[in-house]
């Protein structure tokens, strides 16, 4: 107990090194490192801790699935942005939207099609807001909020179909066991959401936010911004850069694999709940692996909607190339969750 405080170390360093170099991922790196030496304090024991600790990371079933549904959904987007689906559908959106009230207003409608987890609703939606944001030259941070309370915030007071309610009745129900109390776990889950003061703050700020703000003062430094990561996303092959501005516009390819997704998602999220003993959708839902559920179905609509523009004249050399370049650009935050995990 004497050395307990040094526990606190690793949390101490990647604070510190995040705030230093406005960047997490060497802050967690050097963590884990300091973690290690902690538990192993030799020069060979401590870098074989950490490798350790990331192959437990990656064995385990739920985080891959994790991963792998992050890859192949990254893959799905640059799919979707090559085809020039994304370019499309932003396109006639942007036609309908042109304040950042709108665009605010349009990540809420999205909620009743994309509730089910945060990680498939951000995936979801988000290619398509970041393009709007960078058209309509808004500030992505007053966006991004929007998105998180959208999300997260509304997720969790949600009482039915999705996947946290059944991950929150399960703990509430080891805790009853435990304490060997004669409660309904349901029914205290739902007695805590009265409780979750956050996320209640969080959505009001949300919806007041959404009707009433001050007009937008900041387009020449998000200008700024976006040409920047223009410059840093641009795709390359062979050595020649392609521009997506030279991709022709084709809403329908976003739209046909963006449908399958949700319609498989949502049938696999029922049929998962109904194996496993479930009465009704909302219980299907609450009871479904929802990890898995949404890893089986874009996977199905990966190759479907590969046929599908396959059938659209689309080269495959290019869809290919691009599915892999949309899966490594999801790398970055693979590598923070791996780095978390630990």
Known sequence: MEHAWLSLMP????????????????????????????????????????????????SDETNIKIIAFLYIFGGLVGMMNISGGIKGFSEWVGTKIKTERGLLILIWLTLPFTFMMPMFRIM??????????????LPKQKVGLTMDISTESVI????????????????????????????????VFLLSILFNFFAIVMLVIGIIQTFWH????????????DHSEDQ????????????????????????????????????????????????TIFEAFSEADATFVML????????LSFVFYIFRRQQMNEILYHFYDGGNQMMEAISLLILIWD
């Open 214 to 225: 001050p007009a937008s003062k900041t387009k020449e430094r998000n200008q700024a911004q």
């Open 156 to 187: 969790v007071l949600l009482p039915v179909a999705t996947a946290f309610v059944g991950f929150m009745v399960s703990l509430v129900e080891g805790g009853i066991r435990e304490q060997q109390l004669d409660l309904s776990p349901y029914q």
């Open 296 to 303: 089986l179905a874009v996977f199905i609509t990966i190759v």
């Open 11 to 58: 949390f101490i360093i990647v604070i510190s090194m995040s705030i230093w170099l406005k960047n997490i991922l060497p802050g967690l790196v050097a963590g884990l490192l300091v973690g290690s030496f902690i538990v192993k304090p030799d020069l060979m024991d401590g870098p074989f801790q950490s490798v350790s600790y990331i192959v437990a990371t990656l």
């Open 124 to 137: 979801m939606i988000g290619p398509v807001v970041k393009t709007l944001i960078k058209k309509l030259q």
């Open 232 to 279: 840093e996303h641009e795709f390359h092959r062979a050595g020649i850069k392609k521009e997506l501005s030279l991709v022709k516009a084709q809403p329908w390819n976003l739209i046909v694999p963006v449908i399958m997704l949700l319609g498989s998602s949502l049938f696999l999220l029922w049929k998962d709940g109904i194996d496993k003993g479930a009465q």
